[in-house]
T-cell receptor
Framework: EDQVTQSPEALRLQEGESSSLNCSYTVSGLRGLFWYRQDPGKGPEFLFTLYSAGEEKEKERLKATLTKKESFLHITAPKPEDSATYLCAVQGAYGNAGNMLTFGGGTRLMVKP | NAGVTQTPKFRVLKTGQSMTLLCAQDMNHEYMYWYRQDPGMGLRLIHYSVGEGTTAKGEVPDGYNVSRLKKQNFLLGLESAAPSQTSVYFC?????????????FGPGTRLTVT
């Protein structure tokens, strides 16, 4: 059974204070690891897909990295508009004809001005 | 291009009532999904579909039924609502293109069962 654990559950940062969010996972054959952003009252918004250990992807102040056991979402010099819940999900390769995702519980990020 | 849309946005039901949630996507995606999101539980898959006329059970299917009569629509039904089905429901879709496994989500339906 695929499992995803995100830490911390909540993170408070001052504007400009860089930090990282962690996503630990176990999966039978990783097809992809996904990061989403979710604002209150809205659906998750796709950010990145990582496919293999060592891969990195960047978007504005966000950079996602991947190892064989975990992924990090690094936030550099965050701004208040980066405040949201960040979700991590994995897609296993075996017995997954429906391309299903297994989600973690999310990290709620709050950036104060 | 509206992406994934959901109807209604909010609904209040009494225990035992029935309702149908509608999901529509205009991206010509083959796969569609229904999730529920509860505090402390994260997103959990209810049912999914890999194409028109096909459906399959996810992690928490009990109490729900689905239908996919048209490629662009995926309906979620509650035959006899229970308070435990109070939740926020999200629909998502994805393509089968190799290397493109990401799912795109709708805005959600907030359902309260009293």
């Amino acid at each position: 059974e695929d499992q995803v654990t995100q830490s911390p559950e909540a993170l408070r940062l001052q504007e400009g204070e860089s930090s990282s969010l962690n996503c630990s996972y176990t999966v039978s054959g990783l097809r992809g690891l996904f990061w989403y952003r979710q604002d209150p009252g809205k659906g998750p918004e796709f950010l990145f897909t990582l496919y293999s250990a060592g891969e990195e992807k960047e978007k504005e102040r966000l950079k996602a990295t991947l190892t064989k056991k975990e992924s990090f979402l690094h936030i550099t010099a965050p701004k208040p508009e980066d405040s949201a819940t960040y979700l991590c999900a994995v897609q296993g390769a075996y017995g997954n004809a429906g391309n299903m995702l297994t989600f973690g519980g999310g990290t709620r990020l709050m950036v104060k001005p | 291009n509206a992406g994934v849309t959901q109807t209604p946005k909010f609904r209040v039901l009494k225990t035992g009532q029935s309702m149908t949630l509608l999901c529509a996507q205009d991206m010509n995606h083959e796969y569609m999904y229904w999730y529920r999101q509860d505090p402390g539980m994260g997103l959990r898959l209810i049912h999914y579909s890999v194409g028109e006329g096909t459906t399959a059970k996810g992690e928490v299917p009990d109490g729900y039924n689905v239908s996919r009569l048209k490629k662009q629509n995926f309906l979620l039904g509650l035959e006899s609502a229970a308070p435990s089905q109070t939740s926020v429901y999200f629909c998502a879709s994805s393509t089968t293109t190799s290397g493109r496994g990401e799912q795109y989500f709708g805005p959600g339906t907030r359902l309260t069962v009293t």
